[in-house]
Nanobody, 115 residues
Framework: QVQLVESGGGLVQSGGSLRLSCTAS????????MAWYRQRPGKQRELVAA???????NYAGAVKGRFTISRDNAKNTVYLQMNSLKPEDTAVYYC?????????WGQGTQVTVSS
């Protein structure tokens, strides 16, 4: 099993930046990819950014060029650097770890961007 703990959410003004962190514990060697998802008010959960074990990244079109996913293997931590934040980025952000066909999720962290 894999446990995920997120941190770094908060309130920021439009145009500001935040960095989210997600630390994994447990069977971390079995993780193939880690990702950030978000769920905006009244919307379904959506992929924001993903990073595979081999270093391949994938970004949602709405965040490309503004958000960056990265990792620190020594700390078993993945980050989401969010720049030029917009009010429409307001959401609960969830960390995800994929192991084969299994998904593990963090508890979520709230990001609120004021206009």
């Amino acid at each position: 099993q894999v446990q995920l703990v997120e941190s770094g959410g908060g309130l920021v003004q439009s145009g500001g930046s935040l960095r989210l962190s997600c630390t994994a514990s447990g069977s971390v060697s079995t993780i193939y990819a880690m990702a950030w998802y978000r769920q905006r008010p009244g919307k379904q959960r959506e992929l924001v950014a993903a990073l595979t074990r081999t270093g391949r990244t994938n970004y949602a079109g709405a965040v490309k060029g503004r958000f960056t996913i990265s990792r620190d293997n020594a700390k078993n931590t993945v980050y989401l650097q969010m720049n030029s934040l917009k009010p429409e980025d307001t959401a609960v952000y969830y960390c995800n770890a994929r192991r084969g066909s299994f998904d593990s999720w963090g508890q979520g962290t709230q990001v609120t961007v004021s206009s």
